[in-house]
């Protein structure tokens, strides 16, 4: 066979081949564009966001359930809103400070978590700078949805008697309590201790058009069935343990896709996941984040 007879023969192969290479092109480039985005999002609080690392765990349920998802965090123990809208860190701390997290990239979700007490004993501050961290998430994407990390009480004497059904005996220990602690109450002490933390981060919704999970009020309804606090040694218990940390990422969960938390946990399980609780725990908590989140809305 001649030499031209093989060059002829080497493009009539070349030539055949081209339109397979670029069918096989077209259907990379169509599954590229119908493989979803991932969800991001972003966790700004304290130890109630970083303990059993509830991020991860909302993460993992996203992505359990179809809903590509990477979710971060800025937590720095302690922090409250004006320390995160202020840009400080902790000593040695080696994340960069909210600020600069917020501005790094289009979030679609930011969550925002007070210090524990936060929205009773400092209500005017929380107020304040939950907005003002409102206006900077904002301002760097006008369309991320921003959701409320309503926690606990931590202190039950403190912040759960002083209610209007509390009687005159509770109301008065709430009263010396709080006088102990920081002086004469004012007016407006009095309306937080009133409402709470619920009604701080209702507040805090109504001023900012943000969404409040309700985390806070799943505690309440799971009541003593189960301990949802990690043994704190002499101290009282109120950081969350691995069950309290699966009850908030529940309530998260629906919150943010509003599907049922139910039957997470076995497909957590099917995708390798573990988790400290057992079957029976993990669907009573889911149970009652669904119905805690269908409440509020």
């Known amino acids: 066979m001649t030499l031209s007879r093989l060059f002829v023969l080497a493009l009539g192969v070349v030539a055949s081949l081209a339109p397979c290479l670029s069918c096989a092109q077209?259907?990379?480039?169509?599954?590229?564009?119908?493989?979803?985005?991932?969800?991001?999002?972003?966790?700004?609080?304290?130890?109630?966001t970083f303990y059993n690392s509830l991020n991860k765990t909302i993460q993992d349920m996203l992505n359990v359930s179809g809903v590509p998802a990477v979710a971060k965090r800025s937590a720095p123990g302690g922090w409250r809103f004006r320390q995160h809208f202020n840009g400080e860190t902790p000593k040695d701390y080696k994340d960069k400070p909210t600020p600069e997290t917020i501005r790094s990239q289009k979030w679609d979700y930011v969550v925002l978590q007070e210090q524990s007490s936060g929205a009773v004993d400092h209500r005017a501050e929380f107020l304040e700078f939950g907005k003002k961290l409102c206006d900077m998430i904002?301002?760097?994407?006008?369309?991320?949805?921003?959701?409320?990390?309503?926690?606990?009480?931590?202190c039950p004497g403190m912040?759960?008697?002083?209610?209007?059904?509390?009687?005159?005996?509770?109301?008065?220990?709430?009263?010396a309590s709080w006088t102990k602690r920081y002086g004469e109450p004012s007016d407006a002490t009095i309306e937080a201790l009133q409402d709470g933390m619920q009604g701080g981060y209702a507040k805090l919704a109504e001023l900012?058009?943000?969404?409040?999970?309700?985390?806070?009020?799943?505690?309440?309804?799971?009541?003593?069935?189960?301990?949802?606090?990690?043994?704190?040694?002499?101290?009282?218990?109120?950081?969350?343990?691995?069950?309290g940390t699966y009850l908030g990422g529940c309530v998260f969960f629906k919150t943010i896709t509003g599907k049922s938390p139910v039957g997470l946990y076995q497909k957590l399980v099917a995708a390798g996941k573990e988790y400290k609780l057992t079957a029976e725990e993990a669907a009573y908590l889911e149970e009652v984040a669904d119905k805690t989140v269908a409440d509020v809305k």
């Open 208 to 243: 900012t058009g943000a969404t409040v999970a309700p985390v806070g009020q799943a505690f309440f309804t799971v009541g003593d069935k189960y301990d949802l606090y990690c043994d704190e040694g002499d101290k009282k218990p109120f950081h969350p343990n691995p069950l």
């Open 159 to 175: 912040f759960e008697g002083y209610g209007v059904n509390a009687d005159g005996e509770t109301r008065n220990a709430v009263l």
């Open 138 to 154: 904002r301002e760097n994407n006008p369309e991320t949805k921003i959701l409320l990390y309503q926690t606990w009480q931590r």
């Open 26 to 48: 077209e259907n990379e480039e169509q599954a590229k564009a119908n493989k979803p985005e991932k969800i991001k999002l972003l966790f700004i609080g304290n130890s109630f």
